[in-house]
């Protein structure tokens, strides 16, 4: 098991504490948060500032989000137990270790091989492996394990791609950064087959999702 002491325990404390004076109030969101060993996700040169609410760079240009985007958009999505929740961009693999954290049944896609071989290793180490993760194109989701009850997208994508829409149960729920250079944070909820409601958050900066996307 790698090393996470007190001191890794205290500073996520400390962390849990500023998320909830920006307005963090899903109290199921922070305690995935105290559990997960951020430091763990990040290249040895930046664990001593792991716990700060800061984004750091990853390997294959992309980089870890605030503690606080991650907090905020798991908050939109309402995670239940036993929810079958798909993340598209699995990163460095902490967002999924948070979902699967809060008990959901968690399907991610990763772009970037490196990323994807990394977050792999990791998730399994500390013990918080989703329930499928693969290597491919996630403007395509995952259809043959759809429908999900959630959806989660981590980087910036220039439009709502409908091949995720339509891998939304009735009732389900999409988060969403929406937006070329910086971006609106979307939520979208499935009212019935060819009906959505849509809600509009702050203003967030993404990473790019993919650039040759399928329409």
Request: charged content about 25%; proline content about 5%.
């Amino acid at each position: 098991m790698p090393v996470d002491d007190f001191k890794h325990r205290g500073r996520r404390k400390m962390l849990v504490d500023t998320l909830r004076m920006k307005g963090i109030e899903d109290e199921n969101v922070l305690e995935a948060i105290n559990r997960i060993p951020r430091h763990l996700f990040m290249d040895s040169a930046f664990v001593e500032f792991a716990y700060r609410d800061e984004a750091f760079p990853i390997a294959a240009g992309q980089t870890i989000s605030h503690p606080y985007t991650v907090a905020f958009q798991t908050q939109l999505l309402h995670i239940q137990r036993d929810e079958k929740v798909l993340e598209i961009g699995t990163g460095s693999g902490f967002q999924t270790a948070v979902l699967v954290a809060m008990g959901a049944e968690v399907f991610t896609i990763e772009r970037q091989k490196e990323l994807f071989d990394f977050s792999k290793v990791i998730l399994r180490k500390i013990n918080f492996e989703p329930r499928y993760q693969t290597y491919g194109d996630g403007y395509k989701g995952l259809p043959s394990f759809a429908p999900f009850d959630k959806i989660i997208v981590t980087a910036g994508a220039p439009e709502i791609p409908t091949e995720l829409l339509k891998q939304l149960t009735i009732g389900g729920v999409m988060v969403i950064p929406v937006g070329e250079k910086s971006q609106k944070m979307i939520t979208i909820i499935r009212l019935k087959e060819d009906s959505f409601e849509k809600y509009e958050f702050g203003d967030f900066q993404f990473v790019p999702m993919l650039e040759h996307r399928n329409k």
